[in-house]
């Protein structure tokens, strides 16, 4: 049933539910000597911190972080570096009522299917809050990724029927959305709007890719790299679907279409197109890694709904309380979090694939 | 780089290459007593064997599979099960020509990339062969999962263009494209065959649901029931893209459409609709479990391409030897091996969740 | 190179070192509705606590354990239990001069040839004080097993040359070195007293029971009991033997006198003879579990000794600071709690050996 | 429950039963351009084979092994290398009559509790035949190690009360119980004569050392070396006590006997004894591994034994059939095969440790 820790060499177990004493994660199998810091680490939490716009809810969290383990002189010791972020904005009145009954879209109902009773305050575990230590722990993989060269990127693709149609780099941080076209940006605000005035919410697209990842990540057949990124990203709440490379439109696409001609450039073989996303037969092929991730609109909306509740009746309900309208803008740095987790661990995996590299690391 | 083990206590270890002397796989952690023979085994190989329409390779594989190891009087003993399964159509010369260069859409250069070198007969690993071994194993899981009133079944949604309108489950079986709507599949033959034509290949789209799947799988937060589908599925070849019930669909929905609502009846709890698949925060609710897998078209065109050889030169090529239009038709038993083998062992880490159960199964 | 994570199903992760903020461990998997509260842990970490006899180090810590998630109205809700230990004791002024070299029988030299430097306090992550952990989570892990009716027990079995020749189980709490033996406790402290005063230390033997550990436990071949129970002991740090049973014994013996009669007792099976320690096959037998775990003699001694410097200079080094003579006692608790998570572990992973008892949990 | 997967990047899983069709192990993430050939494996197997001498089981086998898969023009192709090794010598008629009982010293009664019933036909997976899997996986990874200059080397220790006082490498292989001194040997024939007259079984000491062992091998604090080790060679079936160097003798040891000065040594850190048995805090210190198995008198012996059967009734009964008077010669080859694959699993998981070796490899 344990199920809270992720990858295999770059390996991270989080914890925390989102009205404990704090949220954490501990990062084992961060190679020695990385240099790391607090505000490196904060700086991706900022990121998804609540509260900074009138889109995410207007709760207040610091979500400071305390980096208690694994650090020394400012570069990591190749043992577990543990974070800590401490829980200070919890109203758990606001959620008194939410013990009695189950929300649709959350998961209560499932929670207390499987474990008998659940930590009702807030979503406990099953909270948006739990990605803070995804978020924290993929800074690092972040950082150790920059050391190889790798950037990863993630944004708003679309909210709602509002898709971008330009791509420009500095924008992503300058709209509330994070979206990397300002018109579409300033278009998806009113459908947000009036979402929101409609005691309603929306869903949306996260797209993310990774440029200057190496050729030959991931391990057939079971760890392939698509594997884990899908298995990654769908682990993210409320992401509802994975695409990688074109996604979807493979199914209606033709051979002559979808295949992706080799040449050489440069003295280097490359793709001219890049409808696989980067990854062939499991296998990064050294262009750009591109996924997206489905996000489903916020569950908790503020209109009536109907549900059962613990005794079993039917009855009608109203959610209160400090949710967003949309989980998308949030959910970015989530993902480039997952997808930085994979690489990395991608990246320690692959050093043992052939036999004169092992040889000349030993220097034998 | 070991990555051919999947699942944590229904665990599977597939093997072999499309030229190997055999192609086979380990089942470990099968509960002891569960009835097994050979011919269940070989019922759902049939079903994915090449040779059998005209939209498969005419590669003709009895693929004949042998238990060795595990089964004692026609029931599991609990120990690993080996299943073997000669390769007998190898007809390698057809195959010497892919040594010198890299065929768009395949893995062959990505496996150099990783390797330094490959089998290049046919593919090797990376050969849709592979799948046999998940589809031995998955036969097993299908009877562990039967014993538990637990139902899967998977059919190809659409092909190209053509998508079903209907469902009728006898029907997935009489058309040689696995499709549960006559009249779509009558018309996506004609498309195949105008794609053949055309010396080119077309993808398509499989479906996948389980019925009688209890409430409570899927372990949060890594471990969650769709990101162990969603990894299991994607790790699948060819498939780009995968959703969970709505799935892409969700993106473009409001909250108020998106969650489904609980309601009794007959005593128990329901959903009135199913816009989640059946799971929601990771764990089952119950209800149907539905997925979508996203299929590439055949990478095997047999056309003119643009490509480059191991010496580092720009070529033309043309492929030549045995490949399907298209890959759906039988990668629908595929997908339903992976689903059911993702519920095995989701059903069996459950069992450790409450120790209310743990006291009554220990009879303390 | 991650391997801070022990357990499939009852899982742990630790972390911390000796002189950074705090030291902890995350467990999950741990049974949902498990009573829970921080004294039942903290009275496993005082057990381990230094400063309370003249046998162990005066530094003065009080370990006390924080519950910061996974534990609601005093139970465990299946989510991670993270607990934290702040570091109050740390006077790294007395670790500085360790940086330079590398001290005997410590791990100072290893972890700079792995990891290429080193947090040098006090023996950063490979210090004693890691166990603290270990500890914390196997009093989880107890509490767990007294559920289901099973109880671990721990003690010297000998210190130095001098061994326990009788067995009181109040006693082993009554004398500062655990030993269930009034009168080798006293002569074992005149031995020690004899060592510290030539600024020496000694070994000595843990020794640990389980009883009502139900027959059935152990995954063979890998995951077999007893080698599970062998390499969670020899994890301990100074921990350089291991035997299960008559342990070492065994090698001198005939099968006449080794192999175990089964006879019927009060109509169950009976073993006549406890030589095997309660294991068979690597799978529980129903009777007492009996380990032994041989612990070397602490590394810092305050005689002279022979070491070399980062510089490559042969050097003579005399520790300074605030050291236990003798292990042992300390680790009393330590072995108890990794035998505790192995068990704790099996039982769960035993759950699901049987098809029928599998039906029979879900009910179909 | 799932128990027959070792080690985490150099990784097996084995399978089969005595007197099944075969026996066979998967090697999966073997380093792409090993080279290896079916010969290199069966010089391994034919160590362990019975019917070679007096000491062993007259029951005649081939353990004629096959490579199916992983492969190409002799070398690793980086994909799981599937080895099998048909059961040829198959009298189940002898073990008809065990199905009945629970031998002493056996997993019969284990198996039966664990799983409800079990293959009894020679012990079924508990058979001592179940270890040719790990020895043909054994044969690979010492391919590996040699690549990389390293030599495990395991013989026989003792036999009964009769130890080796000399060590001349070369005699190992000349005396049928793998001794390597000569006068030992022939004492430890006259015992084991003795022993069979009696109809009874000896038990006795395996040793095994590795050489060129760099240092840093080994994850810390579960994954160290030490544990990986005990833990490997506790789960061969027989073995009751692991010992690191000086093992069990560390007990009695003062620390001013037990450290290991450090000393240069033509420029490089040398231990000028090695009492640790070359791993210090659970990593590799650059000397010579060593470490002992102490295994368990042959449970089959041909005398009277008091046991019951599965009616639950107390019955005298009289094993017949092929058994080795002692399993001590023919687990040399067992131990030493665990032994290197452990080895070959630290050093591929150890190449992730630094962040500055790791740049390197990825040439940045």
């Known amino acids: 049933m344990a199920g809270n820790t992720f990858g295999k060499q770059f390996r991270i177990t989080t914890w925390g539910e989102s009205h404990g004493k704090a949220i954490g994660v501990v990062v084992d199998g961060v190679p020695a000597e990385l240099p790391i810091s607090e505000s490196d680490i904060q700086a991706f939490l900022d990121r998804r911190k609540p509260g900074s716009t009138r889109y995410s809810t207007p709760r207040k969290e610091a979500d400071a972080v305390q980096i208690l383990s694994g650090v020394f002189e400012g570069r990591a010791t190749g043992t577990p570096i543990s974070l800590l972020i401490p829980n200070t904005s919890q109203r758990s009145s606001d959620y008194s009522e939410i013990a009695s009954y189950y929300?649709?879209?959350?998961?209560?109902?499932?929670?207390?299917?499987?474990?008998?009773?659940?930590?009702?305050?807030?979503?406990?575990?099953?909270?948006?809050?739990?990605?803070?230590?995804?978020?924290?722990?993929?800074?690092?993989?972040?950082?150790?990724?920059?050391?190889?060269?790798?950037?990863?990127?993630?944004?708003?693709?679309?909210?709602?029927?509002?898709?971008?149609?330009?791509?420009?780099?500095?924008?992503i941080s300058r709209n509330p959305l994070c979206m990397p076209d300002a018109d579409a940006a300033a278009r998806a605000q009113d459908y947000l709007d009036a979402c929101m005035k409609q005691f309603d919410s929306s869903g949306g697209v996260v797209e993310c890719f990774a440029d200057g990842v190496p050729a030959g990540l991931g391990d057939p057949v079971f760890d392939k790299l698509d594997a884990a990124l899908a298995g990654a990203v769908m682990s993210i709440g409320a992401v509802k679907a994975v695409e990688i490379g074109d996604g979807t439109a493979v199914s209606r696409a033709r051979g002559s279409e979808n295949n992706d001609p080799f040449r050489m450039r440069d003295g280097h073989v490359e793709k001219e197109t890049n409808h696989a996303g980067g990854i062939l037969g499991g296998i990064s092929d050294g262009s750009r890694i591109l996924l997206r991730a489905h996000i489903k609109p916020t569950a908790s909306i503020f209109s009536d709904q109907q549900t059962v509740n613990r005794n079993g009746e039917n009855i009608t309900i109203r959610i209160k309380g400090r949710h967003d309208p949309v989980i998308v803008p949030r959910a970015v740095v989530v993902v480039e979090s997952m997808t930085s987790l994979v690489l990395a661990d991608a990246l320690l995996s692959n050093m043992t694939a052939r036999l004169d590299r092992i040889r000349e690391f030993y220097k034998v």
């Not at 305050?121 to 948006?128: D, K």
């Open 103 to 171: 929300r649709p879209g959350h998961a209560d109902y499932t929670y207390d299917m499987k474990y008998g009773f659940r930590d009702y305050r807030g979503g406990g575990r099953s909270s948006g809050r739990e990605t803070a230590g995804r978020v924290a722990a993929g800074a690092i993989a972040s950082l150790f990724l920059k050391q190889l060269g790798i950037r990863v990127c993630a944004y708003t693709r679309s909210i709602g029927p509002i898709s971008c149609e330009d791509f420009c780099q500095e924008e």
